[in-house]
């Protein structure tokens, strides 16, 4: 496992670090997940109060001396918060989900505007301040999916130690991007890698026309090396968080990450990157991770799996079965997007800002062809 100094804090962190979103669902091998990591030198954990019993398996996991082999990251539900008091309600309510007495990093979650606006009126700065005076957070952090103008603002406006950006090969100019990155590196921030895959979209989705790209160039790599290594090549970024939904795919990663050294991509490299980019933006796909945050949906339309089954629809080629897929398990099952009533509820919490009801409109035009 390579090391890398994680901003001005001190720390040494392992250039790869396990994301606790995407768990297996078996709780006992989620919990075998994070020890085989940790034991195999990973010392970066990401988790955070939305993710679905995250927080409850990782504690479990970090009994029995794994807690005091590794840094613990997990971030404050801004959505639920109220009153300057609910930020020490929900941390408390965290440090004893996960079993501890300390957060190593604390993150406030996606400061898009909305939040950003409710960490102001509720001094959520000053909580920060004072949860490190009392020993409850040693780091102070944010997570964003916004622009890079909104980034600039945030990280000018108060003393950060880290913040976590989504980037990967198809967003190096979307959202915060490469440019908010070296801006995060120039203010001495620690910069952590969200989405590298786009929560598997990069993997699961992948052109034909890719494949060939990737077959045709003479260093021999999967894509998944690709997308990581285009990451760790520059030195700005800290750690490159992975939320591995299998031991296999975690024994993968840590493969990958033996060799995880700045400066190693090539002219070569970096054009078969540029080439990659383009192909998939020729075409037509959704931008959506998977991260389910837009769920529940009021009228139970299974927004996710729609934008899944869509996609694969627009990158493998069109295959009719995706349109009887769609048909037949979604809207005959009151599920598809002709239920939408375009109540916003999905667009409040999209870290994508994808204009979900729109979108959905037109899956369901095509699909339903």
């Not at 918060?81 to 930020?87: L, P, V």
């Not at 916004?146 to 100019?173: G, H, K, P």
């Not at 929560?199 to 999967?222: F, H, S």
Request: charged share 25%; proline share 4%.
């Amino acid at each position: 496992m390579q090391y890398t100094q994680y901003g001005r804090t001190g720390l040494k962190a392992s250039r790869f670090g396990l994301g606790c979103m995407r768990f297996p669902p078996d709780e006992r091998e989620a919990v075998s997940t994070v020890r085989y990591a940790i034991d195999h030198g990973v010392n970066y954990l990401d988790t955070a109060y939305v993710y679905k019993d995250s927080e409850a398996t990782t504690g479990k996991a970090l009994k029995g001396g794994y807690r005091e082999k590794i840094y613990l990251a997990t971030k404050s539900p801004i959505w639920n918060i109220e009153k300057y008091e609910d930020f020490e309600k929900y941390l408390d309510e965290q440090l004893l989900r996960l079993g501890t007495d300390y957060i190593d990093v604390y993150l406030l979650h996606n400061l898009f505007p909305g939040n950003w606006e409710k960490v102001k009126k509720y001094d959520g700065l000053k909580f920060l301040d004072r949860m490190i005076e009392k020993g409850k957070i040693r780091h102070k952090a944010f997570s964003i999916h916004s622009t890079t103008a909104a980034f600039r603002e945030i990280v000018d406006a108060f003393s950060w130690e880290m913040c976590q950006l989504q980037l990967n090969i198809l967003d190096a100019y979307n959202q915060v991007g490469v440019e908010g990155l070296h801006y995060a590196a120039e203010k001495g921030l620690a910069t952590v890698i969200m989405e590298p895959l786009r929560g598997g979209y990069l993997i699961n989705n992948t052109p034909r026309e890719v494949a060939e790209l990737i077959d045709a160039y003479p260093d021999k790599r999967p894509l998944v090396e690709w997308c990581f290594r285009w990451l760790y090549n520059m030195p700005e970024v800290s750690v490159i968080l992975s939320g591995t939904s299998s031991l296999e795919q975690l024994k993968d990663n840590l493969r990958i990450f033996e060799s995880a050294e700045s400066g190693c991509m090539s002219a070569g490299d970096q054009a078969l990157i540029v080439k990659i980019r383009e192909t998939f933006e020729a075409k037509r796909s959704i931008g959506c991770t998977g991260c389910r945050y837009c769920m529940p949906c009021p009228k139970n339309v299974s927004i996710p799996e729609i934008f899944k089954l869509y996609n694969n629809y627009q990158l493998l080629g069109s295959h009719p079965i995706d349109k009887f897929v769609y048909q037949r398990s979604y809207v005959s099952e009151g599920q598809g997007a002709d239920q939408c009533a375009s109540c916003g509820a999905c667009m409040r919490h999209c870290p994508q800002s994808l204009k979900i009801p729109e979108l959905l409109g037109q899956v369901h035009a095509e699909l339903s062809k």
